[in-house]
């Protein structure tokens, strides 16, 4: 663009209303974040004080946090890594089709449109020790199931649960980029005798890696920040803090804790992660572009 | 497929039924579970085919009440939630489209740091910022009312990022055939601008959509009152039932009324839909 209108205050007047709301809903509480963040809070509310560093200084000494932080790891790679592989798979098999193709991709994706607190209620139902038939299944060859008792099961139930609804973004984002890939190189190593399996981790596989990357990249920030009501209606952190992830703990410190600078000193560390992701995604979509 | 092998074929047919099995395996227990009368789940597990129940069950969540821990029908809910997903929608597409076309059609002083201020906001989701923000709405008195559902939410800079990106696409050119010919700002925006971004705005309106419809952690901590109670998040409220003597049946109607509009939103639009995802990731 090297065109432009002349007039000087219409501009204004056009950013205005996203000025206002950003300022309002945005930049006070992101301020107040960064204030509380360096403020102490009674039990009652009443009175505040300043106390410097010392939010961030309890923060990075309770094991808990850590604790939280180890989780929020565990959960976020097994959400991207299962999402990814199961989503390649029914990809490469729905290329592989010549009847079809759009059928199933419209038989896969539908569960992104499912709220995350729903997706995790759709698998409790399933998993209920009680009521839940896969549990009972489970029960039956000898595997007793009770994830409001054991954390590890708490576990596996939140991660199928995120990922069942994430399968479809990167199946649809995998079958584009399976499509892109030209014919005539796959066609040249099958002349050449290569077996499709072969064809697959030699060709396929390392021209997708820039999909592969940007997924990972983008699954990890879903199951960072967006996860929290498959959290909320399943297990609420529990049992023991074993599904507690970072972002929950906000949550939970500031309004059943009532710590509000302990979780404002928290949103300030996740703030620091969100741009350091950001920063990554970037990068990447740059490089995306010479590629 | 480069050789033709019938049995490959039939394999990947094989694996994708599979998939699309356990993909819908979760929504065909709790419609066949919808259908239950109330007492059947105590004697263990859920039947795998549709009881007899299904019609007063549904007709009671829509219009009695959804449960026993929420006295309102959940048509009410649902009114409350297409609210919210389209004053979200709106909002955001009507003041990102005229910021963006500020930023890229003007010059002015003080655009850059406008351009950051506004940008800055992708840094950081609700979730992130959720303890301070409801302390400002609570400061406006804006607690259980559709403006507090609906305003915070908006104040996101991802559509203005994406008109801007389609914006910039636009040649020049065009803008100085539309001065020359008279045309003003205003004239152009709506005579030439808004014409041309037609599918763009089609394909944010389905990803927005979904996205407020599906909110959850912010109207469950600004809203007490029930009336102003969305269906997603409403579904909590019957689940943390005291001795965990939950209705399952009414649970699994609520999910599932919960979870329609978006997923036909999805496969009716499924266009748009992809093109909408993908525009938003670039």
């Given at each position: 663009m090297s065109v432009y209108f002349p007039q000087k205050k219409l501009p204004y007047l056009l950013v205005l209303p996203q000025l206002v709301i950003t300022a309002i809903f945005f930049l006070w509480p992101a301020g107040q974040a960064v204030l509380q963040a360096f403020y102490r809070e009674d039990a009652f509310g009443l009175s505040q004080q300043f106390v410097g560093l010392e939010n961030f200084v309890d923060l990075f000494q309770d094991p808990l946090y850590y604790k939280s932080m180890m989780v929020t790891m565990v959960f976020s790679f097994s959400v991207a890594f299962l999402g990814i592989a199961v989503a390649l798979w029914l990809a490469v098999m729905a290329d592989r089709v010549i009847r079809g193709k759009m059928v199933y991709q419209t038989l896969l994706v539908w569960?992104?449109?499912?709220a995350p607190a729903l997706a995790g209620v759709l698998w409790w139902i399933l998993f209920d020790?009680?009521?839940?038939p896969v549990a009972l299944f489970l029960d039956r060859i000898g595997l007793h199931w009770n994830h409001f008792l054991d954390g590890d099961q708490a576990m596996i139930l939140v991660v199928i649960s995120a990922t069942w609804k994430q399968i479809s973004y990167n199946f649809l984002f995998f079958l584009a980029g399976l499509q892109a890939i030209p014919r005539s190189l796959i066609e040249a190593a099958a002349i050449d005798g290569a077996s499709s399996f072969k064809r697959f981790w030699d060709i396929v596989f390392p021209l997708l890696s820039p999909t592969t990357f940007f997924l990972l990249v983008v699954n990890l920030v879903y199951a960072f920040f967006e996860t929290f009501g498959v959290i909320d209606t399943t297990t609420q952190g529990g049992p023991d803090g074993s599904t507690n992830t970072l972002v929950y703990k906000v949550f939970k410190d500031g309004f059943?804790?009532?710590d509000s600078g302990g979780s404002a000193a928290q949103s300030i560390v996740l703030m620091a992660i969100v741009g350091l992701m950001t920063v990554i995604q970037f990068r990447f979509i740059e490089r995306k572009v010479q590629y | 497929m480069i050789e033709n092998r019938p049995w490959l074929r039939f394999f990947s047919h094989l694996i994708l039924v599979v998939g699309v099995f356990l993909v819908a395996l979760p929504v065909w227990v709790a419609l066949v579970g919808?259908?239950?009368?109330?007492?059947?789940?105590n004697s263990g597990s859920i039947p795998m085919w549709f009881g007899d129940q299904g019609v007063q069950n549904w007709a009671h969540v829509l219009?009695?009440?959804?449960g026993s821990t929420l006295q309102i029908p959940v048509w009410h809910l649902l009114l409350n939630s297409l609210v919210m997903a389209l004053g979200i929608t709106l909002g955001k597409i009507a003041i990102s489209i005229v910021s963006a076309y500020a930023i890229v059609f003007f010059r002015f002083p003080f655009r850059g740091v406008i351009f950051w201020i506004i940008f800055?906001?992708?840094?950081?989701?609700v979730e992130v910022r959720i303890v301070p923000t409801y302390q400002v709405i609570a400061n406006l008195d804006m607690l259980n009312s559709y403006s507090g559902l609906i305003l915070p939410l908006i104040a996101s800079a991802t559509a203005t990022f994406l008109f801007r990106q389609c914006f910039m696409s636009i040649p020049g050119e065009l803008v100085e055939a539309a001065r020359i010919d008279g045309a003003g700002p205003i004239r152009f925006f709506f005579d030439i601008l808004l014409p041309m971004s037609r599918t763009n705005i089609a394909a944010l309106f389905v990803i927005m959509f979904i996205y407020g419809w599906n909110q959850y952690l912010w109207p469950l901590i600004i809203?007490?009152?029930?009336?102003?109670?969305t269906l997603v998040m409403s579904i909590k409220s019957m689940l943390s039932v005291p001795d965990g003597d939950i209705q399952w049946n009414y649970v699994m109607v609520t999910t599932l009324l919960a979870m329609l509009p978006p997923v036909a939103v999805v496969v009716g639009m499924q266009k748009l839909f992809v093109k909408g995802l993908v525009d938003a990731e670039k």
């Open positions: 569960p992104y449109a499912v020790p009680n009521i839940g059943i804790g009532l | 919808s259908t239950q009368p109330e007492g059947s789940f219009f009695a009440e959804a800055i906001t992708l840094m950081l989701p809203t007490t009152d029930d009336t102003y109670y």
